[in-house]
């Protein structure tokens, strides 16, 4: 029977779970940043560290996300479930050929996101990074954000240049 106890101490052990302490590591480390070097720079090195997740996940999901051109909507389906597999509760609100619009109620980094949009550009340098791969130019917009105080977020991806100014380009 395993116990709950620490061997070197006589005190119950907290229940920790790795992808909670990680997604708290990460969203500390955010807000430091961000109250260090400024939101700007802060939200540049969070989205290279979406770079580095994007290249990890697209091998990942190589069985959907073939070299080729893949379909708005199995694209969509993808960043759903991998946000949904750390924390996420991202779902397809529309999408179509030329833009897919995301929405979520609860943040991978849970309420640490609060006050950290700089997190955001992980998100928007995973979903823009996978997208423009395999379709050859994203602009993510982050609308909404709960890091902001939204009651959830709002992600549009555009996968065909446009009017839009706001967001983040992307290109393969």
Known sequence: MAS????ELAVPMPSLRADRVFSGIAAKLAGQL?????????????????????AEIDGRYSAVLADGPVASGDLARV???FKARIGGTFAVHA??????????????FGDESRGRPALCQMTSSV???LAAKHRG?????????ISLGHEGCRV??????????EGHEYFA
Do not use: W
């Not at 999408?95 to 991978?108: K, M, Q, Y």
């Not at 130019?137 to 954000?145: D, G, K, L, P, S």
């Not at 549009?156 to 100014?165: A, K, S, Y």
């Open 79 to 81: 960043l759903v479930d």
């Open 156 to 165: 549009v991806i555009d996968l065909v240049p446009c009017d839009r100014r």
């Open 127 to 129: 979903f823009g990074h």
């Open 137 to 145: 130019y994203a602009r993510v917009t982050v609308e909404e954000a």
């Open 34 to 54: 961000q109250d260090v070097i400024g939101i700007e720079d802060a939200s540049s090195f969070m989205a290279a560290v979406g770079s580095a997740i994007a």
């Open 4 to 7: 709950d106890m620490s061997p």
């Open 95 to 108: 999408v179509s050929e030329d833009r897919i619009v995301l929405t979520n109620t609860r943040c991978p």
